[in-house]
C-alpha cells in the first residue's frame, strides 16, 4: 500500500460553441494551483510493477469571457476524483517510470451574468472522463518523491437545445509519499 499528498500547477481548458442564430465560441484557459492525494496498491514483478489506484484533486481553474456584449460566462472545474490503474519499470533499483490511466469524474460549476444583472444563472454538475498521465517516483527506504504529467479529458457536454462545449485538464504534479 501507499498513501501521498501532492502539490502542482493545474491548467483547465473549456470550449463552447453557442448557435443560435449569431455563431459563438467560447474558449479559454486557465492555471491555478492544485492539491489532492493518492492512495495506491502496487505489485512488485521483478523489475516492472503494475497497480491501482484512487485519488483525489482540488484546485479552482476558472475561465470567464463574454459571450455577448459586456456579459460574463464562467466555467469552473473545481474537485477531481480518479481511479485507475498503473505499470511501471525500475530504471535503477530506486527509481521507477510508470504510466497511469483511468476514470476521472470532476465537479464542474457555470455561472451567467448579464449586463445589469438581469439574467443570472449558477449550475453545477459532475463530468466523467478519463485521464492518462507519465511519470517518476525516487524510493528511499519506505519514503518516496514523485513527479507526473496528467491529462484528463471530460465528456462533453450540452446546454439546452443551442450550445455544446468540452473541458479538459493538464496537470503537472509533485508528491511525497510513503509505503506501508
Keep these: 500500500m501507499r498513501l501521498e499528498g501532492?502539490?502542482?500547477?493545474?491548467?483547465?481548458?473549456?470550449?463552447?460553441?453557442?448557435?443560435?442564430?449569431?455563431?459563438?465560441?467560447?474558449?479559454?484557459?486557465?492555471?491555478?494551483?492544485?492539491?489532492?492525494?493518492?492512495?495506491?496498491?502496487?505489485?512488485?514483478?521483478?523489475?516492472?510493477?503494475?497497480?491501482?489506484?484512487?485519488?483525489?484533486?482540488?484546485?479552482?481553474?476558472?475561465?470567464?469571457?463574454?459571450?455577448?456584449?459586456?456579459d460574463r460566462a464562467c466555467v469552473e472545474a473545481e474537485r477531481n476524483?480518479?481511479?485507475?490503474?498503473?505499470?511501471?519499470?525500475?530504471?535503477?533499483?530506486?527509481?521507477?517510470?510508470?504510466?497511469?490511466?483511468?476514470y476521472s469524474n470532476a465537479q464542474v460549476g457555470a455561472t451567467y451574468r448579464s449586463v445589469g444583472d438581469l439574467v443570472n444563472i449558477e449550475e453545477s454538475a459532475s463530468r466523467a472522463g478519463y485521464h492518462v498521465g507519465l511519470g517518476a517516483e525516487l524510493g528511499i527506504g519506505q519514503l518516496y518523491g514523485k513527479v507526473e504529467y496528467v491529462h484528463t479529458r471530460y465528456n462533453d457536454f450540452e446546454l439546452g437545445t443551442s450550445a455544446s462545449g468540452s473541458i479538459n485538464r493538464n496537470q503537472v504534479l509533485a508528491g511525497l509519499g510513503i509505503r506501508f
Excluded at 465560441?25 to 491501482?52: K, P, Q, W
Excluded at 476524483?81 to 497511469?100: C, E, M, Q, S, W
Design 6 to 70: 501532492r502539490v502542482g500547477w493545474d491548467k483547465v481548458g473549456v470550449a463552447l460553441e453557442v448557435q443560435d442564430g449569431i455563431n459563438r465560441e467560447f474558449d479559454g484557459d486557465a492555471s491555478t494551483f492544485s492539491y489532492g492525494g493518492e492512495i495506491g496498491y502496487d505489485l512488485s514483478l521483478g523489475g516492472a510493477v503494475i497497480g491501482a489506484y484512487g485519488g483525489a484533486d482540488f484546485a479552482q481553474g476558472e475561465v470567464c469571457d463574454s459571450v455577448l456584449g459586456n
Design 81 to 102: 476524483l480518479t481511479a485507475g490503474a498503473r505499470v511501471g519499470f525500475l530504471v535503477i533499483p530506486v527509481v521507477l517510470l510508470y504510466a497511469k490511466g483511468g
